[in-house]
């Protein structure tokens, strides 16, 4: 199993796609939307149920924090297109989740990579039996 990693576009940290639920939408419609805009990804979710929810502060302009709250989903990808909205912007990379629980720079994002280590493990045990 591998994680998808994108760039930030200001700080260039490595983290996972994200972004705000627009009016009228659902959080899985939402992510579905940023995981095309950031990074071309389309697919099915794994569950409609969150992997895990992390909380992280936005800088503003003005260089005030503002705290917010990120739910996480498993997107299955089934394609990665050449162009999408983003491309250009930031860099990509799909890891295996061991090495992007090290490369990833979003602190609340580690324990959630770890969780899907795990569940990566029980997966490849259920397929052996």
């Known amino acids: 199993m591998e994680v998808l990693l994108i760039t930030s576009r200001e700080t260039k940290r490595w983290i996972i ?3 705000n639920i627009g009016k009228g ?9 940023e995981a095309w ?9 794994h569950s409609d149920v969150p992997l895990g929810f992390y ?3 936005k800088v503003r302009e003005d260089h005030s924090q503002t705290p917010m709250s990120v739910e996480v989903y ?7 297109a ?5 491309k250009g912007e930031r860099k990509l990379r799909w890891l295996p989740v061991a090495d992007a629980i090290k490369k990833i720079e979003e ?8 969780r899907v ?5 029980v997966l490849a045990r259920a397929a052996v039996v």
């Open 17 to 19: 796609p994200k972004g």
């Open 25 to 33: 939408k659902t959080a899985l419609q939402a992510a579905e939307q």
């Open 37 to 45: 805009e950031e990074t071309g990804v389309r697919g099915h979710f």
């Open 55 to 57: 909380m992280y502060f």
């Open 74 to 80: 498993m997107l299955h990808a089934e394609s990665q």
């Open 82 to 86: 050449k162009k999408w909205p983003e």
């Open 107 to 114: 602190p609340g994002v580690e324990p959630l990579l770890k």
């Open 117 to 121: 280590a795990e569940m990566e493990d």
